[in-house]
């Protein structure tokens, strides 16, 4: 079975600066997504990126991009010019691009705190 | 768009009580999910289903079950509900096989006492 790691419960930073998410994950597949899940305060959950594991190239989304490593097993997101309006859980994801993709495996999440 | 739909928002039982969480999309999405959400764990699928008139159990599945008789509904019942379940819960759908995004409702906060 897949599993995802956030191995930073809480971060912070201030407005206007670079933040640095970290994820892992574990799985003997070749074929699957990842994402990156923000909830604010509201406890909505909104996608903010996705990658497909046979792209070579970063997906990156206005202000957040990733560092994707598919041989190191590792998933990074980074925010860049941080607003106030990020400080929120934030989420890493796994999902089997074949049939067994009905399932979202997430990590345990990351709070990051914007400060003025 | 109402989207993924979640009632209530706010819920709290008795040890013991039974109850429905309720989920309702409107996207004619195939698939539908369950997922509770606690401290520290992430999010952990409960049961989920492919299409109507199918379902089936995720990680976390004791004490709760589901049902679809149609496309857009898919609630959640808590037989006998226990202190452990206390939680938030999600509904997520997506359109079908090929597609990757979920959406999510806003999450139902049960608190059993």
């Known amino acids: 079975a897949q599993t995802v790691t956030q191995s930073q419960p809480e971060m912070s930073v201030q407005e206007a600066e670079t933040v640095t998410l970290s994820c892992t994950y574990d799985?003997?597949?070749?074929?699957?997504?990842l994402f990156w899940y923000k909830q604010p305060p509201s406890r909505q959950m909104i996608l903010v990126i996705r990658?497909?594991?046979?792209?070579?190239q970063n997906a990156t989304e206005n202000r957040f991009s990733v560092n994707f490593q598919k041989a190191a097993k590792s998933f990074s997101l980074k925010i860049s010019d941080s607003q106030l309006g990020d400080t929120a859980m934030y989420f890493c994801?796994?999902?089997?691009?074949?049939?067994?993709?009905?399932?979202?495996?997430f990590g345990k999440g990351t709070l990051l705190t914007v400060n003025p | 768009n109402a989207g993924v739909t979640q009632t209530p928002k706010f819920q709290v039982l008795k040890t013991g009580q039974s109850m429905t969480l309720q989920c309702a999309q409107d996207?004619?999405?195939?698939?539908m999910s369950w997922y509770r959400q606690d401290p520290g764990m992430g999010l952990r699928l409960i049961h989920y289903?492919?299409?109507?008139?199918?379902?089936d159990q995720g990680e976390v599945p004791n004490g709760y079950n589901v049902s679809r008789s149609t496309t857009e509904d898919f609630p959640l019942r808590l037989l006998s509900a226990a202190p452990s379940q206390t939680s938030v819960y999600f509904c997520?759908?997506?359109?079908?096989?090929?597609?990757?995004?979920?959406?999510f409702g806003q999450g139902t906060r049960l608190t059993v006492v």
């Open positions: 996207m004619n999405h195939e698939y």
């Open positions: 289903s492919v299409g109507a008139g199918i379902t």
């Open positions: 994801a796994f999902m089997y691009s074949g049939g067994s993709n009905y399932k979202l495996t």
């Open positions: 997520a759908s997506k359109l079908d096989r090929m597609n990757t995004e979920a959406f």
């Open positions: 799985t003997s597949e070749s074929n699957y997504y």
């Open positions: 990658q497909e594991a046979y792209k070579q």
